[in-house]
């Protein structure tokens, strides 16, 4: 597997460049090409799921007021809350390697099994005794509060599994930009915003150091040892991803059409 810690300078271009290379890759007859990256976005936003409804998830007016961006991404799942301090991370599978994955449930436990493994794995390195747990189709918990929320993509060859983790975002932005989800998991147990997501702040002395050894863990859990210079899809990726901007993320229209 390949490796990439790189954050675009925009939202839309995080958003579009997993699409790109999804696309790229399920359109090709390569099966060698799986890629880790890890990356932030640079400002706060809104990201929808592809089938969301703005109007049912997620507070506009405080949105436009505050000059949110509400993004739609390509995968499912509810509306989130991303920007500085909450780290991201995009995982792009091989069905041809992973047939087990073609299942939505196995795709959810291949990945979370793995996720889950490399967030303990970072905190137990930074001597944290916290017990992390996977609940929910895709949530990873602490103490049964979500620090992160996931999401992927199946194509006919290919899978983007994304998603958070939240480090020092600052949560009253949540509560602020999204209403309370239509759809929760039981273990939610109709908890608002503020009682149900927490952030790693609030249980890591040093986030610094656990963002090093998450990164470490991921990699060492995956595999991913090769550069991403030396992917097949590193010669086009910028105009790959500006052409995904120019047809899709950087409509306005596209993204409120629910």
Same mark, same amino acid.
């Given at each position: 597997?390949?490796f990439?810690?790189?954050? @675009?300078?925009?939202?839309?271009e ?6 790109a ?5 399920d ?7 799986? $890629? ?7 400002? +706060? ?12 998830e997620?507070?506009?007016e ?19 809350? =991303?920007? +500085?301090g909450?780290?991201?991370f995009s995982?792009?599978l091989s069905?041809?390697?992973? +047939? ?13 099994s ?7 794995? =970072? ?9 992390? =747990? ?11 509060? *979500?620090?992160?929320?996931n999401?992927?993509? $199946?194509k006919?060859? /290919?899978?983007i ?12 932005w949540?509560e ?29 002395a040093?986030?610094? *150091? @656990?963002?090093?050894? @998450?990164?470490?863990?991921?990699v060492?859990? /995956?595999?991913?040892?090769r550069? @991403?210079?030396?992917?097949?899809f =590193?010669?086009?990726?910028?105009d ?9 993320y950087?409509? +306005? ?6």
């Open positions: 597997m390949y990439w810690d790189y954050s @675009f300078e925009t939202p839309q995080n958003l579009a460049f997993d699409e290379i999804l696309e790229s890759m359109s090709s007859n390569q099966s060698d090409g799986e $890629l880790l990256r890890v990356w932030q976005m640079p400002e +706060p936003c809104v990201v929808i799921g592809r089938s969301s409804k703005v109007a049912l997620v507070n506009l405080a949105c436009q007021r505050d000059r949110i961006p509400v993004l739609r991404r390509m995968s499912g799942g509810a509306s989130i809350v =991303a920007g +500085p909450c780290l991201m995982l792009l069905l041809d390697q992973r +047939p087990e994955c073609r299942g939505l449930d196995q795709a959810h436990r291949t990945v979370m793995r996720m889950q493994r490399s967030v303990h794995a =970072a905190l137990g390195a930074i001597g944290s005794s916290c017990d992390v =747990a996977v609940e929910g189709v895709c949530d990873l918990t602490i103490d049964g509060r *979500k620090i992160s929320g999401a992927l993509r $199946l006919r060859s /290919w899978m599994y994304h998603g958070t983790l939240l480090m020092e975002m600052p949560l009253d949540i602020k930009y999204l209403l309370e989800p239509p759809k929760q998991p039981e273990y939610r147990q109709r908890r608002e915003h503020r009682e149900f997501v927490a952030s790693l702040s609030s249980r890591v040093d986030l610094s *150091k @656990f963002n090093t050894e @998450f990164v470490r863990s991921s060492s859990e /995956w595999d991913a040892r550069l @991403f210079s030396e992917h097949p =590193a010669s086009k990726y910028i790959c991803t500006r052409d995904w901007v120019d047809r899709r950087g409509n +306005p229209a596209w993204h409120l059409e629910r």
